[in-house]
């Protein structure tokens, strides 16, 4: 039997076509470059597999967060940064990776309003692009007795979604709560968890992120509650169960730290008690809510005062007549 070759040159040749087929792959890769821009949906290189956006959860973990200033100096070292200097940067890399799997909290403004150079890592970029848009002093919390969603809308408030997307400018002003989006995913939890884990360690006096959790708790403890935000496109229910996102946000807070002395949304609480602690403020919203609701409750009511006041002057019709 004759041996035609050995298994050290079957090797070379395996060797040889993985060499062949690299060369053929990174010249390629060369040539589209230098045809679409590196952000363009045209673009292999940023048209991201599947499978390779599937780590950005992993990324997002506080445990695997990578200086961001050695990301940037990489960066700019590539022949990416030094073909597109004017389309590219490691902010805007960053933004239109992590847009769709950060729970939308990361906002568009961070391109222009955050330096690389400001932000620690990923998580903090994410943190710090959710500083509220106007300055609002932190102050004492008197009371954590806070009206419930459903509560408020019973006292006549109304919900109105937010065109901000930082989850902390909620706004309270003549009977409307404005709330930002927020989208409540599988994943939710996580992105929560760690943005609350490297806020604690990081920013021990300034717990915004901690703060909005605790209010948003406050907020929605029932599924009416949640059942009412969706309504008003406040809350983006991709779970699609009312009952568990309660549930969800309850788990969030569990390790929350909530700092009576030193509480962002104080104010909006003491507006909101004020507001429901007015008894006519309250019966109005019960008696349009009850009996105002639809043209057919309102037409039930003005039947109904009729047929009373037809009854009462047929009474006093009868004792005259005796």
């Known amino acids: 039997m004759e041996i035609v070759g050995t298994s050290t ?5 395996i060797s040889d076509q993985v060499s062949l087929d690299v060369n053929k792959l990174a010249k390629s890769m060369r040539a589209e470059l230098e045809i679409f821009p590196p952000f363009s949906d045209q673009c292999c290189i940023y048209r991201v597999p599947v499978r390779l956006r599937d780590i950005a959860l992993d990324m997002c973990l506080i445990e695997n967060q990578l200086p961001f200033f050695i990301l940037e100096d990489l960066f700019k070292a590539s022949e990416i940064a030094s073909h597109y200097d004017e389309e590219c940067s490691m902010i805007k890399l960053t933004y239109k990776f992590f847009k769709d799997d950060w729970n939308s909290m ?12 400001e932000a620690a890592h990923f998580v903090d970029l994410v943190r710090k692009s959710q500083k509220p848009s106007e300055p609002n002093t932190p102050k004492a919390l008197e009371s954590i007795n806070v009206p ?41 939890g996580i992105y929560f968890r ?12 300034h717990h915004h992120i901690g ?6 708790n406050f907020l929605v403890i029932s599924p009416k509650d949640v059942e009412i935000l969706v309504e008003n496109r ?9 009952e568990a996102v309660p ?15 030193n509480f962002i949304f104080a104010g909006l609480v003491e507006d909101l008690n004020a507001y429901c602690k007015r008894p006519r403020i309250k019966w109005k919203a019960v008696l349009k809510q009850n009996y105002f609701s639809t043209p057919w409750a309102v037409i039930s009511v003005i039947a109904a005062v009729i047929l009373i006041i037809f009854t009462v002057i047929q009474a006093v019709c009868s004792v005259i007549q005796l």
């Open 9 to 13: 040159d079957h090797q070379e040749t």
């Open 106 to 117: 990361l906002t568009e403004g961070i391109l222009e309003e955050i330096k690389a150079s």
């Open 194 to 205: 760690n943005l609350q884990a490297f806020e604690q360690c990081d920013s021990p006096e």
């Open 234 to 242: 406040i809350i983006e229910n991709s779970i699609h169960d009312n």
């Open 247 to 261: 549930t969800i946000l309850h788990d969030i807070s569990k390790l929350n730290d909530l700092s009576k002395k």
């Open 211 to 216: 703060d909005y959790i605790s209010m948003i």
């Open 148 to 188: 419930s969603v459903t509560e408020l809308h019973q006292a006549g408030v109304k919900f109105k979604l937010s065109p901000s997307k930082r989850l902390l400018d909620m706004k309270f002003d003549r009977r409307i709560l404005e709330i930002p989006p927020l989208r409540v995913q599988d994943n939710t």
